[in-house]
């Protein structure tokens, strides 16, 4: 199976990341995880996309705020699937700024996008990547969806 990569501009972002990581982990899919800012560590990053593929990456997961560069600039060098995690920052409009920096992308370089801090479906998004050619992934996926829809209905019933 591929790892997924889980690239953070900033050790800040840890705590909402995580949750990246831990759906991840749930599903039985490898990952790694490294802080490269796309701004002060530009060398490293572009390394780490640039190879990607070959160090047996199936996706990039990438988490910045504030200019919120970082999944853009990884996916300019790499024609993995990368996937946008905009990030809320204190300074500007709860993350108003990242998402829009990082859904802004030129055509030709495209970034899928996930919700503000939005980690728990970046990792799902991987998954089902993932999961097109890896039917035991995608059967971990159905289970899911079908659990969570049963605890849907089970709420609905209470009401009742």
Do not use: C
Request: proline share 4%.
């Amino acid at each position: 199976m591929k790892k997924v990569a889980i690239i953070m501009g900033s050790d800040s972002d840890l705590p909402v990341v995580k949750k990246a990581a831990d759906t991840l982990a749930s599903f039985s899919v490898p990952y790694e995880m490294h802080v490269y800012s796309a701004h002060r560590t530009p060398v490293q990053a572009h390394e780490f996309s640039l190879n990607a593929r070959n160090n047996g990456f199936g996706v990039i997961i990438a988490a910045a705020g504030m200019a919120a560069h970082l999944a853009g600039s990884l996916a300019a060098n790499t024609t993995l699937p990368v996937i946008g995690i905009p990030m809320k920052s204190s300074t500007f409009t709860n993350g108003i700024d990242a998402l829009l920096s990082t859904v802004q992308m030129p055509s030709g370089i495209p970034v899928a996008t996930v919700a503000v801090d939005g980690a728990v479906n970046a990792a799902l998004l991987a998954i089902e990547i993932l999961a097109v050619h890896d039917a035991d992934l995608a059967a971990k996926l159905d289970a899911k969806r079908a659990a969570d829809a049963e605890k849907v209905l089970q709420k609905d019933a209470a009401l009742q």
